[in-house]
């Protein structure tokens, strides 16, 4: 147990390192780099709290918890921000893309701020692509704030395309008077309700301007959903000209390339979902910081393993179909029969009366035995 509880101490230390060097050797893998040159790679940025009972645990505060996971707006936890890297591959149909959760960081109340985190690990990520590869940063309407907003201002490969708060000022572009001096900054403000709805899916009404906000110097693209009943709905911001964008879905047109690439940054939602649900995240009882991180980079590390096997290792298509957690099972069951035909083929070696080596009764290929399990 102490060997465990050390090894962790020692992966929180060398954290940085270690989530760098798993990036790279992913980047390595050909079935990443296929579509990489035509479809962006996206940062998708979010945060989760866990809640912990006591008050033993490093840096474990009471937090503000907005969507009411436990009932209570203030609860005793951990926040934990995550930056996850979603690569396109082909799908049977159309292009899809796969999410890793590569960095997570545990946000100290008194430290760095959760914007300043996300910041560094989107510049610790961008280390290991090339400067030519189009980025997109993604996230939800609490992240479009100076520190991130100032590292897509920084990078020319780097866009950004995120769910942004109503009350965002909204300008139209300057008009030009011809007028000697220096020309107005913005045009006329206007409101989220202003923007026309001019094509519907027949749920949401959709619209979309070109328009100048506080958050860019340059002018953006504001996208604005709602349902019918609705009077303001949601406001989505793209730097990117939907025109520009490599269609995910071959049939999706226009301003809905914009919605459907922010609905990737629901992939790193689910995976909050699952490592709480299936991977045992909430239940860790390390209390020191950096044997939580070390928990967390293996928890993610083991994530991300059991979502490429199948795509880079035949042996592995049965699990095509299953989800992280049925993935998960079959894998570790695999691991403890290697261990016991390991130990039992070893000590038949050794016995007097020599017998058929035990591990020959085991002969099934490895790929047979993944298929058994969903027989």
């Given at each position: 147990?102490?060997t465990?509880?050390?090894?962790l101490?020692?992966?929180?230390?060398?954290?940085?390192?270690?989530?760098?060097?798993?990036?790279?050797?992913?980047?390595?893998?050909?079935?990443?780099?296929?579509?990489?040159?035509?479809?962006?790679?996206?940062?998708?940025?979010?945060?989760?709290?866990?809640?912990?009972?006591?008050?033993?645990?490093?840096?474990?505060?009471?937090?503000?918890?907005?969507?009411?996971?436990t009932?209570?707006?203030?609860?005793?936890?951990?926040?934990?921000?995550?930056?996850?890297?979603?690569?396109?591959?082909?799908?049977?149909?159309?292009?899809?893309?796969?999410?890793?959760?590569?960095?997570?960081r545990?946000?100290i109340?008194?430290?760095?701020?959760?914007?300043?985190?996300?910041?560094?690990?989107?510049?610790?990520?961008?280390?290991?692509?090339?400067?030519?590869?189009?980025?997109?940063?993604?996230?939800?309407?609490?992240?479009?704030?100076?520190?991130?907003?100032?590292?897509?201002?920084?990078?020319?490969?780097?866009?950004?395309?995120?769910n942004?708060?109503?009350?965002?000022?909204?300008?139209?572009?300057?008009?030009?008077?011809?007028?000697?001096?220096?020309?107005?900054?913005?045009?006329?403000?206007?409101?989220?309700?202003?923007?026309?709805?001019?094509?519907?899916?027949?749920?949401?009404?959709?619209?979309?301007?070109?328009c100048?906000?506080?958050?860019?110097?340059?002018?953006?693209?504001?996208?604005?959903?709602?349902?019918?009943?609705?009077?303001?709905?949601?406001?989505?911001?793209?730097?990117?000209?939907?025109?520009?964008?490599?269609?995910?879905?071959?049939?999706?047109?226009?301003?809905?390339?914009?919605?459907?690439?922010?609905?990737?940054?629901?992939?790193?939602e689910?995976?909050?979902?699952?490592?709480?649900?299936?991977?045992?995240?909430?239940?860790?009882?390390?209390?020191?910081?950096?044997?939580?991180?070390?928990?967390?980079?293996?928890?993610?590390?083991?994530?991300g393993?059991?979502?490429?096997?199948?795509?880079?290792?035949?042996?592995?298509?049965?699990?095509?179909?299953?989800?992280?957690?049925?993935?998960?099972?079959?894998?570790?069951?695999?691991?403890l029969?290697?261990?016991?035909?390991?130990?039992?083929?070893?000590?038949?070696?050794?016995?007097?009366?020599k017998?058929?080596?035990?591990?020959?009764?085991?002969?099934?290929?490895?790929?047979?035995?993944?298929?058994?399990?969903?027989?």
């Open positions: 147990m102490n465990y509880y050390h090894t101490s020692v992966i929180g230390e060398k954290l940085g390192i270690l989530e760098l060097k798993v990036l790279q050797s992913l980047l390595e893998i050909d079935l990443f780099q296929e579509l990489s040159s035509q479809y962006p790679v996206l940062f998708l940025i979010d945060d989760t709290l866990q809640p912990k009972y006591g008050k033993k645990f490093a840096h474990v505060k009471v937090l503000h918890d907005h969507a009411l996971h009932g209570k707006a203030y609860v005793n936890a951990h926040d934990f921000v995550t930056l996850g890297i979603a690569f396109p591959i082909q799908g049977k149909k159309q292009v899809e893309y796969i999410m890793f959760p590569f960095f997570m545990m946000y109340p008194g430290g760095k701020s959760k914007l300043n985190l996300a910041e560094e690990m989107a510049t610790a990520a961008l280390m290991a692509f090339k400067p030519s590869q189009h980025i997109i940063v993604e996230c939800d309407s609490w992240y479009p704030k100076k520190e991130l907003l100032d590292f897509v201002k920084l990078h020319q490969n780097v866009d950004f395309i995120a942004i708060r109503k009350d965002n000022a909204l300008f139209e572009l300057p008009e030009k008077t011809g007028k000697r001096g220096r020309p107005r900054k913005y045009g006329k403000q206007f409101s989220c309700t202003d923007i026309a709805t001019s094509d519907n899916d027949g749920t949401y009404e959709v619209g979309m301007t070109y100048l906000t506080h958050l860019f110097s340059l002018p953006v693209y504001v996208v604005r959903t709602k349902k019918s009943d609705q009077e303001g709905g949601r406001l989505f911001i793209s730097t990117i000209d939907p025109v520009k964008l490599q269609a995910i879905t071959p049939e999706t047109q226009g301003m809905w390339r914009i919605l459907e690439y922010y609905e990737q940054r629901w992939k790193i689910t995976y909050f979902y699952e490592i709480k649900t299936f991977w045992s995240f909430g239940s860790y009882q390390v209390r020191s910081y950096e044997e939580i991180e070390g928990m967390n980079f293996l928890i993610n590390f083991t994530y393993l059991v979502k490429i096997l199948p795509l880079i290792d035949s042996r592995f298509s049965a699990l095509m179909p299953q989800g992280t957690s049925a993935r998960k099972n079959v894998l570790s069951r695999v691991i029969e290697e261990q016991i035909f390991h130990t039992l083929g070893s000590k038949s070696q050794k016995a007097k009366n017998r058929p080596n035990i591990r020959g009764l085991f002969r099934m290929p490895l790929k047979k035995r993944i298929e058994n399990y969903f027989l």
